[in-house]
């Protein structure tokens, strides 16, 4: 069992980044990722936030893309606090670090202001709700990764799970990724995404499929090979 | 049931106290006590991080004993990073606040540089013990009270289940094995199950895919009219 990649995308507060740094440590994570940080890095105000849990700040890596920024991963949660219209799994967070999960995977977090975009949740292969009161759900970003880093920390303290075989290895979601951008161009020129303002929605659709089944590689090669045939480009 | 009265002793940061705040908020905890602030109440910088949980941070009551903070609580944890050598029970935060309690209870924060005094903690019934890794211990004040909180709020909730949040209606499996179907003769057309004697499990991947997704109704339609558009027969 691996601890997942912590990627904050589009963080506002240097307070924050420094504080999820150190609750990261706190429960043995160390691995920070940034996806267009709204200041510069590194930034002052998160090292100082960071209390001296160097080993995650001063490592941390900076994208300016989102997609980059999970590509290596084979499984990612998507953490929201609202409810979002999606055909995904929604897993509270003692759940969510209790699955198989494959060796790399990551949560992505929200910026402070807004959360995820539907588009990036739509990437993501399930859902983290943290539960909260209806009266007041507004969880400060480095609060809600230090709970989802403590849920981790805690699983460790149990016993060992038994995990489930594939035969073949999971796919990045770089590789799912490139698949569905293939998937995309081939329905694109064959014409289906009409009528245009309906796009967007059907794409999301297509991507959530594809993303909650988990594919494995070979399954990949499998869909990319059935793309082309279909498109009589083989 | 009641949630646990929160109190902060010699709190030193606003910051800090008003991120506690918000976090009992999150949570549906509402009595906040502040025993000793180092700086003047009320705390410009702790109303600002409390982002508008104003009734916790309007209603905090502030002490200067801690005696006095916890006098008419029944019960009451102390909550302590550091092993202490001291005859009283330790609970993790889950098994804490599981405890039969009494209806008036509270625990007990201690500084962000030192933590509570001996003299304090011996005054607890009980102490709660966040697991932190060996290596970084350092818990930030608001991130202890929000961990705990949580675990107030998680038990209200129990037990835990995911629910899949479903727009559509999910597909039969005769839905599903029509859209198999229809994939499969495409493919076959398209000359795709090459060579022949791969072809059983090159179905059977493909298969596995889509049963393992659990396709909506809307989903099925959405692949049927993909496979279609690809083969330009739409």
Redo the contacts between chains.
């Keep these: 069992m691996t601890p997942p990649v912590i990627i904050l995308v589009r963080p506002q507060l240097g307070?924050n980044i420094g504080?999820a740094a150190?609750?990261m440590?706190?429960?043995?994570l160390s691995e920070l990722r940034l996806s267009c940080p709204r200041d510069l890095w590194p930034n002052p105000s998160a090292i100082l936030a960071s209390?001296?849990?160097s080993q995650v700040i001063n490592k941390a890596q900076v994208y300016y893309d989102t997609d980059a920024s999970m590509a290596d991963l084979h499984y990612v949660f998507a953490a929201t606090v609202r409810?979002?219209?999606?055909?995904?799994?929604?897993?509270?967070p003692?759940?969510a670090v209790g699955q198989t999960l494959p060796e790399r995977w990551g949560i992505l977090f929200g910026p402070e202001n807004a959360g995820l975009s539907n588009e990036e949740i739509s990437k993501a292969n399930a859902?983290i709700h943290?539960?909260?009161?209806p009266?007041?759900?507004?969880?400060?970003l480095?609060?809600a990764v230090?709970?989802c880093c403590?849920e981790w920390?805690?699983l460790l303290?149990l016993p060992p799970h038994s995990c489930k075989n594939r035969s073949s290895e999971e796919a990045s979601k770089l590789d799912v990724s490139l698949l569905l951008d293939h998937?995309e161009q081939?329905?694109e020129e064959?014409?289906?995404f009409l009528p245009a303002h309906k796009k967007e929605k059907?794409v999301w659709?297509?991507r959530?499929?594809?993303q909650?089944?988990?594919?494995t590689q070979?399954?990949v090669r499998?869909?990319r090979?059935?793309?082309r045939?279909?498109?009589?480009t083989?």
Tied chains: 1, 2.
């Design positions: 307070e504080l150190r609750a440590a706190n429960f043995g209390a001296s849990a409810p979002r219209r999606m055909e995904k799994s929604v897993f509270i003692s759940e859902l943290i539960p909260t009161s009266l007041f759900g507004s969880l400060n480095s609060h230090a709970i403590y920390g805690r303290s998937l081939a329905l064959s014409g289906f059907m659709n297509l959530s499929v594809f909650r089944a988990r594919l070979q399954e499998t869909l090979g059935a793309v045939a279909l498109k009589g083989s």
